[in-house]
């Protein structure tokens, strides 16, 4: 038998945001069976918590959608971390804000945690990595295509379709708008002309939002890793840094951006982006967000 909890990722209140299931004494199982448990829960990733590596960091981890193994994500990343500091703060109570280093396949991630209840708390955590853009400007009229749109509603201002990674490798589609974006499906018989097998996941995004005091609008289509749509991605949030650099400019010093998700699945989400810009490039990132405890268990598996 070994514990588990679900957490809905990127909101401050249950059945928002994304959710996301963790395994919290994971020791033992090999890399068949995380896959089995990940595909069992079916959400779009779960977390496998074992003993660190280095003694310096609080857990290794583990991330699985349910048909593969990621180096690193971002909403298993503030999950995982709110869930082992409300379990430290379980038996030291004045323990109301931690800073754990998460060993993760890209790396060690360094993630603050707030609590803000004994459900509920708030994590922010350093990009692992730096975005770097990973190949051409894509095709507009393929990747129109790929997402049943025109041509013509593909692309605002001077953004277009690029390629970007903050550890892992996303598809960067901006949109004219709320309603082009809300008509934006997976077409699977043109999404390989369009989306190669290194970036086959679409985070589309546009500038206009539902929510005020948001600065972009986005929906996420991953069905190569077995994920139809996902509620929120901060892994892509992340990247995404990276197409904001490019194509907006800021100037330098600290900028902040948030990031809603989710709204078209009924599961609205926001994810916060801080950019340091220095030199023309991204000097320090991060991300940050909310994380409910929805649900805890015991999982019948030896």
Known sequence: MRRYAILDVFTDRPFGGNPLAVVTDSDGLDARQMQEIARE????????????????????????????????????????????????????????????????????????????????????FDLPTEPVALASDLDREAVANALDLFPGEVCFENHVPSVYSAGVAFAFVPVRD?????????????????????????????????????????????PAMGIDEDPATGSAVAALAGAILRFDAPSPGSHHFTIEQGFEMGRPSLIDLEVAVAGGRIARASIGGDAVVVARGMLAVD
């Open 41 to 124: 829960f079916n959400l779009s990733e779960t977390v496998f918590v074992g003993s660190p590596e280095n003694r310096l960091h609080r857990a290794n981890v583990r991330i699985f959608t349910p048909s593969q193994e990621l180096p690193f994500a971002g909403h298993p990343t503030v999950g995982t971390a709110v869930l082992l500091a409300l379990d430290d703060a379980v038996e030291n109570p004045a323990l109301q804000e931690a800073v754990l280093i998460l060993g993760q396949k890209v790396g060690p991630v360094r993630c603050g945690v707030f609590l803000k209840g004994e459900k509920h708390g708030r994590a922010i």
């Open 178 to 222: 709320l309603e082009v974006i809300a008509r934006a499906e997976p077409n699977m018989a043109a999404w390989a002309d369009a989306f190669s097998s290194d970036a086959a996941s679409a985070f589309v995004y546009c500038r206009e939002t539902e929510t005020k005091g948001c600065h972009f609008h986005a929906r996420m289509f991953a």
